[in-house]
C-alpha cells in the first residue's frame, strides 16, 4: 500500500467522499507522495513521452513563435517568458536556443517557470544552465507585465469534477472506499446547487441517463488570468494539449503506469493521471476575460504551418542514416492525425485586436463583438 493511499483513506473515512479533483491534486501533487513530486515520468523510459522529448524541433519552433509574437507586439523590453509545467525542462531549453537568434530577443526575456513539484524544478534548474530562472507555484504570483507563455501538456494535469446524469438530475461522482474500506470506488452524491445548475441548462443540456460530464474549474481560471494578463499588458499565450471541443460527455479520467494503461483508482500517486482537455470551455473563459482566442487547430497542421518539415529536412542534410531515421519518426509522431497529430490541439490567446499569431488562420475571433 502507498501512503498516500492510506492518507486518502483515512481522510474518507473521517469526513466522507472527496471529489474527483481533491483525489487527482494529491496523487499528482502531494509534496511527498505525488506523482510529479517523487518521479521523473517523462523520456523514452518514463509513462508517457511528450513532443518536446520526441525532438528538439519542438521546443524550437515554439521558441521562433515567442519570437515573432514578440516582434509583432512591438519589442516590449523586458518581457516575462514563461511556461506553465516546464517537465524536464527540455521544450525551455530548446526554445531559449532557436530564440537566441533573433537580435534583443534574449536580453529583453525574463524566465519564469510555473511548476509546482519541487523535484522537476530542480531538474528544470539542470536542463537552463546559466539562465536566469524564477520559479513560481501559481500563475498567478507571476510579475505583471507584458508575457510570453507556453503549456504543453499542463492542462490535462489539473485536477477536474466528474458528473452522472440520473433519471432526477446530475450527481457528482465522488471518490469514496469500496465495502471492505481498503481500496477506493465512485460513488455519487447531490452536486452543488451552482454546479446542477450550470451542468442542467447551460453545459449538457441534452445528456441521457448514465452520460459522464466533466469540468475542469482550475483550466478555466488558468485561461482567465491569461487573458486578463495579455489583455491588459499585451503579450500572447500558447496552450497545447490533447482534448476536445465541448460541451461533450463522457469519461475521460484516465492513468498511465509503466507506459501501459492502468486504473485511475488504484495506487494514486503511482501512476500519471489527466483527463482531456475541453479547449471550448478554455477559449470561452477566456473571451469572457476580455481577450481574443486563436484555433484550437490541431498540433499537426499547426507545426506544419511553423515550418517543421523544412527544419526537420534541414536537420536531415547532416545526419547519419540512424538520425535521419529518428528524424523521419519524430516528424511522423509529431504530426501525423492517428499519432499526436490530431488529437493534440493548440489554443492561442491575445489581446482583443492586436495580431494573428502565426500558425492561425487569420479570420475574425469568433464572437469578437
Ligand atoms: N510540459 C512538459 C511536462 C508536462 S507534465 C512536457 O511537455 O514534457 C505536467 C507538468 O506540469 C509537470 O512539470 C508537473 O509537475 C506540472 N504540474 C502539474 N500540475 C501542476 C499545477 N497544478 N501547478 C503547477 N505545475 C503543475
Redesign the pocket.
Known sequence: MTSLRALLRDRIREAGPITLADYM?AA??HPKHGY??SRD??GARGDFV????ISQVFGELLGLWCADCWARLGAPDPIVLT??????G??MADALHAAAVVPGFPGALRVHL????A??AAQ?RAALPGIEVVWH???EDLPEGPMLLL????L????IRQFERRAEGWAERRVGLSENGQSFQFVLDDPPDDLAADLGSLSFPDAGPGEIAEICP?AREVASEIARRVSRFGGAALMIDYGYEGPLTGDSFQAIRDGAPADPLDGPGSA?ISAHVDFSALAQAAHDAGAWTHGPVPQGIFLRALGLEARIEALGKTADANQARALAAAFERLVSPDQMGRLFRCLAVTERAQFVPAGFPIHPAPDSG
Open positions: 491534486g499528482l501533487l510529479y513530486a515520468p517523462f511528450t513532443a518536446p522529448e511556461e506553465l509545467g516546464p517537465g524536464r527540455t521544450l510555473v511548476e509546482a513539484s523535484h522537476l528544470q507555484e501559481r500563475l503549456a504543453n501538456e499542463f490535462d494535469a489539473l485536477p482550475r500519471d
